[in-house]
């Protein structure tokens, strides 16, 4: 299937005006596209007859202490993996194509931005909700899908899209695994094979907090396990575990029952890493 590719409004326009009838969905992304965004596309096209995916490295979204240069780009192999998914159109804009030179108003993620994963990346989720913001009004999709694995993310686009009224559906979808337990990101091509066997620690982590009942008893055994890795070779650092309400990010309480998220950060080398888990304290 030939997929259309849009650089900037005029064309996305366009694009959009040749696709006809019926309901649209959006996938986000940054590119380096792997299984995990092709569940996604998968995902979407359950809940609309055209697929827009967008391939746009937000540079709001990066501290200039991150690796936004050396976010990996290989467009050409999303492009194929697009096409073989059934995209309608990717939606691939520069910088400027995006943001006028001077752009003055920005999104703000209020609080759920300021905690957990915000701690530790100041000003990311204004960014993300900024870009997210102009795809949505670009684009103009009934629903939009995200992963699950960027758990704090779709909860803020989730709370951006309930308080601001905005007329778009937001799908989740799961996080896609490697065989060894490692959640797909587009930055596990940074790990070498020894990096590779200390990040294990943090889905290693998740399941053993799954596995117990109480929110101290699920965080004591995720702890044990990231205590032991930072002692590997080369070590995990940890920038947070958390146990939180999967609605706000807030941290529960000792006594919480019900659902909650348990969200981890640590860096590997030089590539951080997320991960997190959905489940039941009681």
Same mark, same amino acid.
């Given at each position: 299937?030939?997929?259309?590719?849009?650089?900037?409004?005029?064309?996305?326009?366009?694009a959009?005006?040749?696709?006809?009838?019926?309901?649209?969905?959006?996938?986000?992304?940054?590119?380096?596209?792997?299984?995990?965004?092709?569940?996604?596309i998968?995902?979407?096209?359950?809940?609309?007859?055209?697929?827009?995916?967008?391939?746009?490295?937000?540079?709001?979204?990066?501290?200039?202490?991150?690796?936004?240069?050396?976010?990996?780009?290989?467009?050409?192999?999303?492009?194929?993996?697009?096409?073989?998914?059934?995209?309608?159109v990717?939606?691939?804009?520069?910088?400027?194509?995006?943001?006028?030179?001077?752009?003055?108003?920005?999104?703000?993620?209020?609080?759920m931005?300021?905690?957990?994963?915000?701690?530790?990346?100041p000003?990311?989720?204004?960014?993300?909700?900024?870009?997210?913001?102009?795809?949505?009004?670009l684009?103009?999709?009934?629903?939009?899908?995200?992963?699950?694995?960027? /758990?704090?993310?779709? %909860?803020?686009?989730?709370r951006?899209?309930?308080?601001?009224?905005?007329? @778009?559906e937001? &799908?989740? =979808? *799961?996080?896609?695994?490697?065989?060894?337990?490692?959640?797909?990101s587009?930055?596990?091509?940074?790990?070498?094979e020894?990096?590779?066997?200390t990040?294990? /620690?943090?889905?290693? %982590?998740?399941?053993?907090?799954?596995?117990q009942?109480?929110?101290?008893? @699920?965080?004591? &055994?995720? =702890? *044990?396990?990231?205590?032991?890795?930072?002692?590997a070779?080369p070590?995990?650092?940890?920038?947070?575990?958390?146990l939180?309400?999967?609605?706000?990010?807030?941290?529960?309480?000792g006594?919480?029952?019900?659902?909650?998220?348990?969200?981890?950060?640590?860096?590997v080398?030089?590539?951080?890493?997320?991960?997190?888990?959905?489940?039941?304290?009681?």
């Amino acid at each position: 299937m030939d997929v259309i590719v849009a650089r900037d409004r005029a064309e996305l326009d366009t694009a959009r005006g040749e696709l006809g009838g019926g309901r649209l969905a959006l996938v986000p992304t940054m590119g380096a596209l792997h299984e995990g965004h092709r569940s996604l596309i998968r995902l979407a096209r359950q809940y609309a007859e055209h697929v827009v995916v967008s391939i746009f490295v937000n540079p709001l979204q990066f501290s200039p202490d991150e690796d936004f240069s050396r976010y990996p780009r290989t467009f050409q192999v999303d492009l194929d993996a697009c096409a073989a998914e059934g995209v309608n159109v990717v939606f691939a804009p520069s910088p400027e194509a995006m943001y006028r030179p001077d752009r003055q108003v920005s999104v703000s993620a209020g609080p759920m931005g300021a905690i957990v994963e915000g701690t530790f990346r100041p000003g990311h989720f204004d960014g993300v909700l900024t870009v997210v913001n102009k795809l949505f009004n670009l684009v103009r999709p009934d629903v939009a899908v995200f992963g699950r694995k960027d /758990a704090q993310q779709l %909860a803020i686009i989730r709370r951006m899209v309930l308080d601001l009224d905005l007329p @778009i559906e937001i &799908a989740g =979808g *799961e996080t896609v695994r490697e065989p060894d337990g490692l959640a797909l990101s587009s930055r596990n091509r940074y790990l070498s094979e020894a990096d590779r066997r200390t990040a294990l /620690a943090l889905s290693r %982590a998740l399941r053993a907090g799954a596995a117990q009942r109480g929110p101290a008893e @699920i965080k004591r &055994a995720a =702890g *044990e396990v990231l205590d032991a890795a930072a002692h590997a070779e080369p070590p995990l650092k940890l920038d947070y575990l958390a146990l939180v309400d999967p609605l706000t990010f807030t941290e529960v309480p000792g006594d919480h029952q019900g659902e909650a998220v348990l969200a981890v950060a640590a860096r590997v080398g030089t590539t951080r890493l997320i991960d997190n888990i959905t489940l039941t304290a009681s």
